[in-house]
């Protein structure tokens, strides 16, 4: 069974930086792609980045510039670098996980337990 599991939340002022990391565990796997979401409190879940396992990334508009997601395929890790942080980036950050089991031959659509932002201003 294949698993993801965020870290690198935590507390940062506005215009900081931070770095969170998604890693995937299990058995025999093949990820296709790996998305970042995040959800703040009494708004709905959102895509904040993507990146699939041919390399291509997409990310949301309103933090083009200064979010990027990157692979590491070594470690089964998908990064998201935040930099210019803005009080409006905060929230708990998922990582979903869409891929193949080599195993079974089924496909998998998994999510982590999210890791929190907090931005102050």
């Known amino acids: 069974q294949v698993q993801v599991a965020e870290s690198g939340g935590g507390f940062v002022k506005a215009g900081g930086s931070l770095r969170l990391s998604c890693v995937a565990s299990?058995?025999?796997?093949?990820?296709?792609?790996t998305t970042w979401y995040r959800q703040a409190p009494g708004k709905q879940r959102e895509e904040v980045a993507g990146i699939q396992s041919n390399g291509g990334t997409n990310v949301l508009a309103s933090v083009q510039g200064r979010f990027a997601i990157s692979r590491d395929d070594a470690k089964n890790a998908v990064d998201l670098q935040m930099n210019s942080l803005k009080p409006e980036d905060a929230g708990v950050y998922y990582c979903?996980?869409?891929?193949?089991?080599?195993?079974?031959?089924?496909?998998?659509?998994?999510w982590g337990q999210g890791t929190r932002v907090t931005v102050s201003s």
């Open positions: 979903r996980a869409f891929g193949v089991s080599q195993a079974t031959s089924r496909t998998f659509d998994v």
């Open positions: 299990g058995s025999r796997f093949t990820i296709i792609k």
